[in-house]
């Protein structure tokens, strides 16, 4: 049974929330700031923090919570439970907040896991997202002058760059290499089985009939004058052919994505590793049942820029343009930066104690540089770099 909670005394989500699913809607419902002034140093009826990373696992959710070095954190689904008295209040997921410092600046955290694959990730960004303070933030007693919610995916993938690639000359990205997700590609019909017409929005319902109507279409001449009069790259995805076949193809936010090479850019400098490059991101909704032929994966790379394979980063950007869409003043940013840990799909682990610290080194790296481009955002890229804008 799906719970639907609306409140009218309090925050209301930019969009619908259908939940509870994390510890944030305890801190809510029961105006948990008004009790504790660890949760008011981070929460009000207005909202909670505006900046949020996402991870897959939890164990990397309390990874980043050392890595990151926060202070005056609070780990919400162990507190949350003992301030409410009910157990059942700490949810699913783990859930930190945290306070950032970089350069000498600071910035409020939110850390997050929203579990593997794409329903899981569409439920927990959205409550996320819901609950986070859209404008107006206030921080040790300063209203922030970012308005919007910005969330940033940190996961590992496997690599569509090296030994794979059609072009002999193509560099090769190794075990720890870095990804900033330029776009997030997708099978449409695994979109349209994840996300599917029920949800009653323009952006699901144009995905499902698309995926339906090129049933049998796919590769045909007049294919790309089809879709056109569906979908639109200005609401941030489109459908594409590849190999014959309808795929969703998601932005994420372009200022985002410069911010976040540049941030990493700036902070590992010239140093040959980890790297740290721009690309696309193919998403897949499945594990186990993994298959992606050797003409598929040069077509995704030649000819589609894909450098990486992941499971959950297309979800987060179709979750951003759904909550957009809805509501023009929530300002939502998403982006991702993905870390290789494997030549291909499939192979998706390191092989030996080496590739294990490249790719240690990697996590760590990714880590910094979303934390450190929040940091650039609210307090500009040159006072944080001393490099121009």
């Known amino acids: 049974m799906i719970i639907s909670r609306t409140r009218t005394d309090t925050k209301q989500p930019n969009s619908d929330v259908r939940g509870p699913h994390t510890a944030l809607i ?59 008295g009910r157990r059942n209040d700490r949810e699913r997921v783990p859930v930190i907040v945290g306070t950032y410092s970089f350069n000498g600046y600071q910035v409020p955290i939110l850390l997050a896991s929203t579990e593997m694959g794409f329903p899981p ?111 639109s790259y200005d609401d941030g995805f489109k459908i594409i052919n590849v190999g014959g076949f309808a795929w969703a193809k998601t932005r994420s936010t372009p200022s985002l994505v410069d911010t976040l090479f540049r941030t990493g850019q700036a902070i590992m400098g010239g140093s040959s590793s980890p790297k740290i490059e721009i690309g696309n991101a193919v998403s897949k909704d499945y594990l186990y049942t993994e298959h992606m032929s050797t003409h598929l994966i040069h077509h995704l790379h030649d000819d589609h820029g894909c450098k990486s394979t992941e499971m959950e980063g297309i979800m987060l950007n179709l979750e951003g343009a759904k909550i957009n869409m809805e509501n023009s003043s929530a300002l939502m940013q998403t982006g991702a930066i993905y870390i290789k840990i494997g030549p291909v799909p499939g192979e998706g682990y390191p092989t030996c104690e080496q590739e294990e610290r490249m790719v240690a080194a990697g996590e760590r790296a990714a880590l910094v540089v979303a934390a450190a481009s929040f940091v650039a955002t609210e307090h500009g890229y040159g006072a944080v770099f001393g490099k121009p804008a």
């Open 121 to 231: 990730t569409q439920i927990y960004v959205r409550e996320i997202a819901g609950y986070s303070c859209t404008a107006g933030y206030t921080f040790n007693g300063k209203k922030l002058g970012h308005n919007g919610t910005i969330i940033v995916r940190v996961g590992t993938s496997g690599g569509l760059l090296g030994k794979n690639s059609a072009d002999p000359t193509a560099p090769w990205l190794e075990s720890g290499d870095l990804v900033v997700a330029e776009n997030h590609i997708a099978r449409a019909d695994a979109i349209a089985s994840a996300v599917n017409k029920p949800l009653g929005t323009m952006l699901y319902s144009k995905i499902a009939r698309v995926a339906d109507a090129l049933k049998g279409l796919a590769g045909k001449s007049h294919f790309e004058e089809f879709v056109r009069e569906f979908l």
């Open 26 to 84: 305890a801190i809510f419902n029961k105006k948990l700031w008004e009790s504790d002034s660890r949760i008011a140093r981070y929460f009000s009826p207005a909202g909670g923090p505006p900046f949020a990373i996402i991870f897959g696992s939890r164990n990397r959710v309390e990874d980043a919570y050392d890595a990151l070095a926060l202070r005056d954190a609070i780990v919400l689904d162990e507190i949350v439970p003992n301030l409410t």
